[in-house]
């Protein structure tokens, strides 16, 4: 797949893009920006279209924008994790580590497509997928059709443990025909749930709050 290269070092845009609550760092090369689009390394909960919009937007037009990722963020991206991307071939920032459900000839990952709307008109191309051991945890991948970058992010809708949360990985990972170790299974839910270790006994694992 086709890795990013470092933008041109030579650009001065009216938008810059910058982490929330980091305040505005002053680029050598650039003015002071006409206006600033903030973004936050983590939420957690899904954007509304019209952030979504403003972000991809504020990408392409500030490429050198330190909120842009040049290379993946492993071993794996959190639950809430917020990131930008160039998009390049569409495909090399989905390569997470994560185990995600399979289509029905279970040899490709499901992706669901959907265009979003901004005040009315569809612009936002968004590409869903869904944990194949955790039933809550998702990453949602939006561009613009003409757009340079994506904004990708994972959320685990219900992070909270419960009572049912160990029977509800053990059915998932069922369901989905997953087959790994203690280990792997370790290492997939780590990062989606902060806060847990596994046990396990001859019947079934248990997922338990440290």
């Known amino acids: 797949m086709q890795q990013p290269s470092p933008p041109d070092s030579n650009f001065a845009p009216s938008i810059q893009l ?16 006409q206006q600033i689009e903030w973004f936050p ?7 509304n279209t019209q952030k ?22 492993l071993p794996r991206p959190c639950h809430g994790a917020h ?11 989905k390569a997470d580590g994560y185990i995600w459900r399979k289509r029905k000839n279970n040899r490709n990952t499901r992706e669901d ?49 419960t009572d049912d949360t160990a029977e509800e990985i053990a059915r998932t990972i069922k369901a989905n025909n997953v087959l790994i170790s203690l280990e792997q299974l370790s290492e997939q839910l780590d990062p989606i749930c902060k806060h847990f270790f596994i046990c396990s006994n001859s019947q079934h694992i248990v997922v338990l709050s440290a």
């Not at 910058?18 to 920006?33: C, I, N, S, T």
């Not at 390394?41 to 954007?47: D, H, L, S």
């Not at 979504?52 to 963020?73: F, G, T």
């Open 52 to 73: 979504i919009l403003q972000v991809i937007l504020a990408a392409n037009v500030d490429p050198k924008s330190a909120c842009i990722s040049q290379s993946l963020n």
């Open 113 to 161: 497509h959907m265009r979003l709307k901004v005040n009315g008109q569809e612009l936002i191309n968004c590409k869903y997928v869904h944990s194949a051991i955790v039933p809550t945890f998702h990453r949602r991948i939006y561009f613009l059709p003409d757009s340079t970058h994506v904004l990708v992010h994972y959320l685990n809708e219900t992070p909270s443990i």
């Open 41 to 47: 390394r983590y939420k957690n909960e899904w954007n």
């Open 83 to 93: 990131l930008i991307y160039p998009r390049l071939d569409g495909a090399w920032f």
């Open 18 to 33: 910058h982490y929330e609550g980091e305040g505005v760092q002053l680029r050598a090369d650039a003015p002071h920006p």
